[in-house]
C-alpha cells in the first residue's frame, strides 16, 4: 500500500545538515520536501518511487499492461523463465 505523499518546508540549511534524515524520510514515508533559501522555494526533495509515480506518468497502455502482468505473477519470472516464454513465442511464429 501507498503512502499519500505530504509536503514539509526545509530551509536550505536543515537540509544540508539533516540530508540523511530528509532522504530516509523522503523515501520510507513518502515525505516531500520543499528546500527555501532565504524565504524563497528553491528545490522538491522526493523518493524516486514518489517521482516515477507522480511526476513521470507512464502512458496508461503501460500502466495497464504491468498492473496486469502483477495480478497474474509475471513481475516475479526469473531470466530463464522469460528468456523460455521468449524462444516459445518466436517458435510459434515460425
Known sequence: MTIKPKTKMIDALSAR?????????????????????RGKPKV????VEDYLRNILKKPDLL????????KVGLDKM???EIMAEIRSARA???
Not at 17 to 37: C, D, H, I, P, Y
Not at 44 to 47: D, M, Q, R, Y
Open 17 to 37: 545538515t539533516r540530508f540523511g534524515e530528509v532522504m530516509e524520510s523522503a523515501e520510507k514515508q513518502n515525505t516531500r520536501f520543499l528546500v527555501s533559501r
Open 44 to 47: 522538491v526533495i522526493l523518493s
Open 63 to 70: 500502466a495497464e499492461i504491468q498492473e496486469n502482468s502483477q
Open 92 to 94: 510459434s511464429q515460425k
Open 78 to 80: 526469473t531470466d530463464q
